[in-house]
Nanobody, 122 residues
Framework: QVQLVESGGGLVQPGGSLRLSCAAS????????MAWYRQAPGKQRELVAR???????NYADSVKGRFTISRDNAKITAYLQMNSLKPEDTAVYYC????????????????WGQGTQVTVSS
C-alpha cells in the first residue's frame, strides 16, 4: 500500500524556520505532482505549494518569497522549507501526491499524508 508520511513540524517563534518532509513508500511506479496543503482551525484547507514531476513550482500568494518546495526523486520525498514564519502560518500541514502504483499501471491515484502540526508563537 502506498503511504505518505509527513515530519518536521513543531513549535517555532515568529521569524523562525522549519523544514517539513514528506516521504512516500510502497510499490510505486511513478510520482507526478506533489504538494503541500495546510488547514488552520476553523479554516478551509488551502494549497500552499505544488511541484510537478518536472520540478516546476507554484505557491500561494501568502507564502511567496518565504516558502520553498522541493523534491528528491531518488528518496521519493518532498520538502517544504519555511522561513520568516508568521503566527498566521499556524496550521496542520498535509502532503499530497499523485502516484501510479506498480500493478496498477495506467491509473493515477491521489494520496494524503496524516498531517504535521506547525505552531508559530512567541
Amino acid at each position: 500500500q502506498v503511504q505518505l508520511v509527513e515530519s518536521g513540524g513543531g513549535l517555532v517563534q515568529p521569524g523562525g524556520s522549519l523544514r517539513l518532509s514528506c516521504a512516500a513508500s510502497g510499490s510505486i511506479f511513478s510520482i507526478q505532482d506533489m504538494a503541500w496543503y495546510r488547514q488552520a482551525p476553523g479554516k478551509q484547507r488551502e494549497l500552499v505549494a505544488r511541484i510537478t514531476s518536472g520540478s516546476s513550482t507554484n505557491y500561494a500568494d501568502s507564502v511567496k518569497g518565504r516558502f520553498t518546495i522541493s523534491r528528491d526523486n531518488a528518496k521519493i520525498t518532498a520538502y517544504l522549507q519555511m522561513n520568516s514564519l508568521k503566527p498566521e502560518d499556524t496550521a496542520v500541514y498535509y502532503c499530497n501526491a499523485y502516484i501510479v502504483a506498480r500493478g496498477n499501471i495506467g491509473y493515477v491515484n491521489n494520496y494524503w499524508g496524516q498531517g504535521t502540526q506547525v505552531t508559530v508563537s512567541s
